[in-house]
């Protein structure tokens, strides 16, 4: 018998979120929109089917849904529907659980097969100190999958070794065969600075990731019908130096670090726009703004002297956001961006300057729970948003109005218990 629980992972895992926007060509009942949480409470998979033309949402699995194989966080699902991708923890509240990411076949008809595990890879650690290399397990965080549905990135948070050094985050990544997961050459990849850098002063943390589209809105954005570049970068934030990273991917998920920039005070959530014009970052307390970037994508002498994807920072930026922010995104025709005040239990909704970048504030809307707002997920024909209430057991709808961005509260959906992470298809 799976055993309950109801404790929290580290504040460090409330970036770990499931920020998948993707037409799905899998999930096929009625044409309706699918919906998969994972929740917490008995660590089991919740899927939900989503009525296109009035927003009511049915269930398909609650508490009968797949089990997990350690403590839920992060869901993603892939560009065609086939498969949810779960971030899982190793814990004694999970019988015969591991830390890695577990794959879940979708159906049709909206369900979940059987999941299957794969394994994250240690980490192989040197004190700088001398002694012996040793194997450290990895602390995921967060999960992103790219465009083309190839490769899956996850942010480690810094652990310690036996002797309680203290061990780098690090950047793991899998590669995607049909719903098969494999570690990648080099993975997971320990965090540092460029050499002879000197903002890494501290032992550098992964919060979270985001990674440049391949794949444009197919209508209604700016950038719609342009050819959209077909190299990768990655974008981490490191949550202890105050700095997001800029790492360069090769086709079979190497890595290579290229440029690092300042953010606010522990950056915890990050997102790239679906244009590829634009980076965001949420910074927590005590600064509680957003800091946006523009991204060198091609030369602008002499702010971008080379097309390297590095960040330059936009004018007014930071902007100040709600309490507590974390997981943000824009719309899927990249016109607004949507912040999660995780302390406030609230969504900030900004107009996003398509030229300059910078952020204009909308109303603010609250979140249908009593604290602990977790993941924020939004569909990409941008008709409704969907925010996981940890702490109440529902799952916040939200209508979006694509003119001007605002959002119309909906029925709340009842979920199992503790819900952490959602994708919506």
């Given at each position: 018998m799976r055993k309950r629980f109801t404790w929290v992972l580290a504040v460090a895992a409330l970036v770990s979120v499931g920020l998948t926007v993707a037409c799905s060509s899998k999930y096929s009942a009625s044409n309706n929109g699918l919906i998969v949480?994972?929740?917490?409470?008995?660590?089991?998979?919740?899927?939900?089917?989503?009525?296109?033309?009035?927003?009511?949402?049915?269930?398909?699995?609650?508490?009968?849904?797949?089990?997990?194989?350690?403590?839920?966080?992060?869901?993603?699902?892939?560009?065609?529907?086939?498969?949810?991708?779960?971030?899982?923890?190793?814990?004694?509240?999970?019988?015969?659980?591991?830390?890695?990411?577990?794959?879940?076949?979708?159906?049709?008809?909206?369900?979940?097969?059987?999941?299957t595990t794969t394994t994250l890879a240690n980490a192989t650690f040197t004190p700088s100190a001398g002694g012996a290399a040793e194997s450290?397990?990895?602390?995921?965080?967060?999960?992103?999958?790219?465009?083309?549905?190839?490769?899956?990135?996850?942010?480690?948070?810094?652990t310690s070794d036996k002797s309680g050094t203290p061990v780098p985050g690090a950047v793991s990544v899998l590669s995607v065969n049909n719903g098969s997961l494999k570690e990648v050459a080099g993975s997971p990849l320990l965090l540092t600075g460029l050499p002879g850098s000197t903002t890494l002063n501290t032992t550098p943390s992964a919060s979270a990731l985001a990674v440049t589209p391949t794949v444009f809105p197919a209508a209604y954005?700016?950038?719609?019908?342009?050819?959209?570049?077909?190299?990768?970068?990655?974008?981490?934030?490191?949550?202890?130096?105050?700095?997001?990273?800029?790492?360069?991917?090769?086709?079979?998920?190497?890595?290579?670090?290229?440029?690092?920039?300042a953010t606010g005070k522990v950056p915890s959530g990050v997102t790239v726009d679906p244009c590829n014009r634009f980076v965001y970052v949420s910074n927590g307390q005590p600064d509680n703004t957003v800091s946006a970037f523009t991204i060198c994508s091609v030369v602008n002498v002499p702010t971008c002297p080379a097309p390297d994807y590095?960040?330059?920072?936009?004018?007014?930026?930071?902007?100040?956001?709600?309490?507590?922010?974390?997981?943000?995104?824009?719309?899927?025709?990249?016109?607004?961006?949507?912040?999660?005040?995780?302390?406030?239990?609230?969504?900030?909704?900004?107009?996003?300057?398509?030229?300059?970048?910078?952020?204009?504030?909308?109303?603010?809307t609250l979140v249908s729970n009593n604290g602990f707002p977790m993941s924020i997920a939004i569909r990409s024909d941008d008709s409704y948003m969907f925010v996981t209430d940890f702490?109440?057991?529902?799952?916040?709808?939200?209508?979006?109005?694509?003119s001007s961005g605002l959002l119309t509260p909906l029925t709340p959906v009842q979920t199992d218990n503790q819900p952490w992470g959602v994708a919506v298809k």
């Amino acid at each position: 018998m799976r055993k309950r629980f109801t404790w929290v992972l580290a504040v460090a895992a409330l970036v770990s979120v499931g920020l998948t926007v993707a037409c799905s060509s899998k999930y096929s009942a009625s044409n309706n929109g699918l919906i998969v949480v994972s929740t917490q409470g008995n660590a089991v998979m919740d899927s939900f089917s989503l009525n296109l033309g009035n927003g009511h949402v049915t269930q398909i699995y609650n508490v009968n849904g797949p089990p997990t194989n350690g403590v839920p966080t992060a869901v993603v699902l892939d560009p065609a529907g086939a498969n949810a991708y779960l971030l899982v923890t190793q814990s004694t509240f999970v019988n015969q659980s591991s830390t890695g990411v577990e794959s879940f076949p979708v159906g049709s008809d909206g369900k979940l097969g059987s999941g299957t595990t794969t394994t994250l890879a240690n980490a192989t650690f040197t004190p700088s100190a001398g002694g012996a290399a040793e194997s450290v397990p990895v602390m995921p965080v967060g999960m992103v999958i790219d465009s083309s549905g190839k490769l899956l990135f996850i942010a480690d948070a810094e652990t310690s070794d036996k002797s309680g050094t203290p061990v780098p985050g690090a950047v793991s990544v899998l590669s995607v065969n049909n719903g098969s997961l494999k570690e990648v050459a080099g993975s997971p990849l320990l965090l540092t600075g460029l050499p002879g850098s000197t903002t890494l002063n501290t032992t550098p943390s992964a919060s979270a990731l985001a990674v440049t589209p391949t794949v444009f809105p197919a209508a209604y954005a700016s950038c719609s019908g342009n050819v959209a570049p077909t190299s990768e970068h990655l974008y981490v934030t490191d949550s202890n130096n105050y700095v997001v990273l800029n790492y360069s991917v090769t086709s079979s998920g190497a890595l290579t670090l290229v440029s690092e920039n300042a953010t606010g005070k522990v950056p915890s959530g990050v997102t790239v726009d679906p244009c590829n014009r634009f980076v965001y970052v949420s910074n927590g307390q005590p600064d509680n703004t957003v800091s946006a970037f523009t991204i060198c994508s091609v030369v602008n002498v002499p702010t971008c002297p080379a097309p390297d994807y590095s960040l330059v920072s936009v004018s007014g930026s930071p902007f100040l956001a709600g309490f507590g922010p974390g997981p943000l995104m824009m719309d899927a025709y990249a016109n607004y961006l949507y912040v999660l005040d995780t302390q406030q239990g609230a969504v900030s909704p900004f107009r996003v300057s398509t030229t300059t970048g910078a952020l204009t504030p909308l109303a603010t809307t609250l979140v249908s729970n009593n604290g602990f707002p977790m993941s924020i997920a939004i569909r990409s024909d941008d008709s409704y948003m969907f925010v996981t209430d940890f702490n109440s057991a529902t799952l916040s709808e939200y209508s979006i109005t694509p003119s001007s961005g605002l959002l119309t509260p909906l029925t709340p959906v009842q979920t199992d218990n503790q819900p952490w992470g959602v994708a919506v298809k």
